[in-house]
């Protein structure tokens, strides 16, 4: 036996759900990509992995909280690393799901010359991307890696009280796709409970007392079926397991509260934050025998927690229940950068408005204290808490008189273009004259270290202004000849003058500011820093326009001008929690009006506004999705409806399910969309075909997020699998996203085969218009 923990909690309990597992510094990361490389041994990246875990874990010990929490750390993604513990990888690469060795588990998230990488999509709500299990007749679950118990015995020999967190079954299955001859998911589950059975018998075994089962799902509208699994699914699993935490997030679970206190587990989580009006409903009855973990600190966003108001929501909690209370956060803190201490430059009074995952755990301990000692146990933390809150709603530069009358003054004018597609589209072709299957890529190209390096030097003061103009323009004038030598049809200029897609338009816009390492996780290595959102939003001066003048300049063919969306810079940035976020979408859509017209003014004939985001910001629930999607369209509407017929309208999405919203895409009335479509095998087109999406399209036609080159012909499998929904002359080819993650030599190579795809199609289609009939 590694560990065992036989306390009893006479008090309040501090725990939390998960912590970000990339370092403060992004260590992960760069260990990661330097293993990728073939630059540092597997015994080094083990190590950097031991040390993150042992740090974080001392952070928590050290603030107070009453366990640390294992199982929150993955190589990659959690749901990957939960498919790896219980041995249900997907059978097509071939691997021994007992004995797959950590590059076999990368080889599932990021594919090989023979199988392409595991397909990933949007994690509820959030800008995390998870990879999704592939479920068929044929899945196994006969036990996999020993990973989390070696994690168990490395807290164990730090002597950590440990709480080990892991994904639960029925969300496990619900999350997958049915990949072969399976009628439903849940035809699975026996199997998977097997699978869990095993693995929480082995956490008793090792002296775990108690696990945290996180089931999401809970928070979706979930049919019958679904629901009724849950009784016999804790049933079973109780009898062999520590005892169960039972983990719901992102949204209120009232609605199955009596199911849930009825469920022979040990407690229930609840999210306060997402679903504050939740908590009245579960303390009527609650039973005897549980505890209830309340998430009263936001897992989410970066703002400061008042503590008065969280202590004042917890107390009729702590008087009812007691010891048996236990305080969080309402999610994983993975959302979050770690620490705010790493902060140097940040605007002083900003920075006291903030706190970090680091400083959440002290918040935590705080409001424990608090419950458990008496307010005058936390008063500095109190009275530091108080002055935050003031100091955000007194500061002048949170609101603007100018973005107010702006907003008055809007009316349905603004949101409606002044023609049909079907006009407009005539126009378009006469002034673009683009061939049959035009080509283009999503906006970005590689940012190589030469572009890295640029910046960090201009950023640092070490070259002048012009010296990284002219290097930035360098970088355009190549992009621009590799497009034109490889046959592009419609050119972007690369983009190397951007950090990042939403930082770079933030950096510009008065309403944000930016961290220097507020970094979070997006997938695997992938990192993105999200601005902060913290005031009314204005554009002073234009972002882009010289760039994309510029660019044209250097090319007779058509250049996107190229910016991200309002709905994608509400979703990636950490946003003010002190009006509706439909207010914010729409200032910034304002912003953004005024750059697309000055784009238009120079000449742009097509301009690509990217909306990834605009699923992810959907409600939980069916239910509440169509104010959502009413304000969001509107939005996307306000920045684009300005301009002339003859200005084509391009948006992206990617890397989520679009086909249940697609009257809202139809509604947001693109000239142009290009969307994600190769990892599932263009199984996403076939809704817009069903739904006769009416404008045109483009779908990805490779994995831009793997190093695999396809083959064109490949690429011409999925063309013409497009092709059987959506016709021809409605037809654009493109990769699924941009272009900057990955390297020159293999972006050509996969462009030069995507144009070739292209060109056989033509070939085809000419063909069969000149055969007789």
């Not at 031991?50 to 993604?77: C, I, K, M, N, S």
């Not at 002083?348 to 146990?377: C, H, P, S, V, Y």
């Not at 109190?382 to 907003?407: F, G, N, T, W």
């Not at 002073?540 to 190229?562: D, F, I, N």
Request: glycine share 6%.
């Amino acid at each position: 036996m590694i560990f065992h923990s036989s306390k009893e909690w006479t008090m309040t309990v501090a725990h939390i759900l998960g912590f970000p597992r990339i370092g403060a510094k992004r260590e992960l990361k760069t260990a990661l990509e330097s293993f990728w490389r073939g630059d540092l041994p597997e015994a080094e990246l083990l190590n950097v992995g031991r040390d993150l875990r042992g740090r974080h874990w001392e952070w928590q010990r050290d603030t107070g909280l009453d366990f640390v929490t294992v199982g929150d750390f993955a190589w990659y993604d959690p749901v990957l690393q939960t498919l790896a513990h219980l041995g249900c990888v997907p059978g097509r690469f071939g691997f021994d799901p007992r004995s797959l060795t950590l590059p076999q588990y990368f080889t599932l998230a990021r594919g090989n010359a023979a199988q392409p990488a595991m397909e990933m999509t949007k994690w509820f709500d959030t800008n995390y991307h998870y990879l999704v299990p592939e479920w068929g007749a044929e899945s196994r679950f006969d036990g996999g890696v020993k990973w989390l118990f070696d994690e168990i015995a490395q807290a164990a020999a730090l002597g950590h009280p440990v709480k080990v967190a892991l994904l639960g079954p029925l969300t496990l299955l619900y999350l997958g796709k049915i990949k072969s001859d399976l009628s439903h998911k849940l035809d699975l589950l026996a199997q998977l409970i097997a699978a869990y059975q095993r693995l929480l018998a082995r956490l008793k075994v090792l002296g775990v007392s108690w696990v945290q089962i996180d089931e999401p799902i809970l928070g979706l509208e979930l049919d019958e079926r679904w629901l009724a699994a849950f009784r016999p699914t804790y049933e079973t699993l109780a009898t062999l397991s520590p005892r169960i935490l039972l983990a719901t997030y992102f949204e209120s679970v009232a609605e199955h509260a009596a199911m849930l206190k009825s469920l022979p587990v040990s407690g229930i989580h609840l999210d306060l934050v997402r679903g504050p009006g939740q908590l009245a409903t579960f303390l009527d009855g609650y039973p005897e025998s549980k505890v209830l973990s309340l998430g009263i600190v936001d897992g989410r966003n970066i703002w400061r927690t008042d503590l008065d108001t969280a202590l004042a929501a917890l107390k009729p909690a702590h008087d009812r229940l007691g010891e048996r209370l236990w305080i969080s956060a309402g999610c994983s803190l993975q959302h979050v950068p770690v620490d705010l201490a790493h902060e140097k430059t940040l605007d002083a009074e900003i920075r006291n408005w903030l706190a970090f995952a680091a400083q959440k755990l002290d918040e935590i301990a705080a409001l424990k204290r608090g419950l458990e000692q008496g307010i005058e146990a936390i008063a500095p933390a109190l009275e530091a808490s108080r002055r935050a809150v003031a100091s955000r709603k007194s500061s002048k530069r949170v609101r603007s008189d100018a973005v107010k009358h702006r907003m008055d003054a809007l009316s349905e004018r603004d949101t409606r273009r002044p023609s049909s597609f079907a006009a407009r589209i005539q126009k378009q072709r006469a002034r673009l004259k683009l061939p049959l299957l035009p080509t283009t890529t999503i906006g970005s190209f590689p940012q190589t270290l030469e572009i890295r390096k640029a910046r960090a030097a201009f950023k640092k003061g070490r070259i002048a202004q012009p010296a990284y103009l002219e290097a930035m323009r360098a970088e355009i004038r190549d992009a621009v000849a590799r497009q034109e030598a490889l046959g592009l049809d419609v050119l972007v200029h690369g983009e190397a003058e951007r950090n990042d897609m939403v930082e770079y338009f933030g950096e510009q816009l008065q309403g944000f500011a930016f961290t220097e390492n507020g970094w979070v996780q997006s997938y695997g290595s992938r990192c993105v820093k999200p601005p902060i959102l913290y005031g009314d939003v204005e554009r002073p001066a234009p972002m882009t326009v010289e760039w994309t003048r510029y660019a044209q300049s250097l090319t007779r063919k058509p250049m996107k001008g190229m910016l991200t969306g309002p709905i994608t810079m509400l979703q990636w940035s950490f946003v003010r929690d002190d009006q509706p976020r439909s207010t914010t979408a729409l200032q910034i859509a304002l912003a953004l009006r005024d750059e697309v017209l000055d784009l238009e003014r120079a000449g742009t004939a097509i301009i690509q506004i990217d909306e990834p985001a605009l699923r992810e910001g959907l409600p939980l629930k069916k239910r509440n999705w169509a104010p959502y999607l009413d304000w969001a369209v509107r939005a996307f509407k306000l920045v684009s409806c300005g301009v002339a017929d003859e200005t084509q309208i391009h948006t992206h999405m990617c890397y989520a399910e679009f086909n249940d919203i697609l009257a809202a895409i139809a509604a947001l009335d693109a000239d142009v969309i290009t969307i994600e479509t190769s990892r599932s095998d263009m199984e996403l087109l076939e809704g817009f075909g069903e739904f006769r999406y009416p404008n045109e399209i483009g779908p990805g036609v490779y994995d831009i997020h793997s190093p695999r080159v396809p083959d064109s012909g490949d690429m011409l499998k999925l063309l013409e699998k497009a092709e059987r929904v959506i016709p021809l002359e409605r037809l654009w080819v493109n990769p699924d996203c941009g272009l900057k993650t990955r390297g020159w030599a293999e972006t050509e190579a996969a462009l030069a085969r995507m144009v070739e795809a292209a060109s056989r199609m033509r070939a085809r289609a000419g063909t069969r218009q000149s055969s007789p009939v």
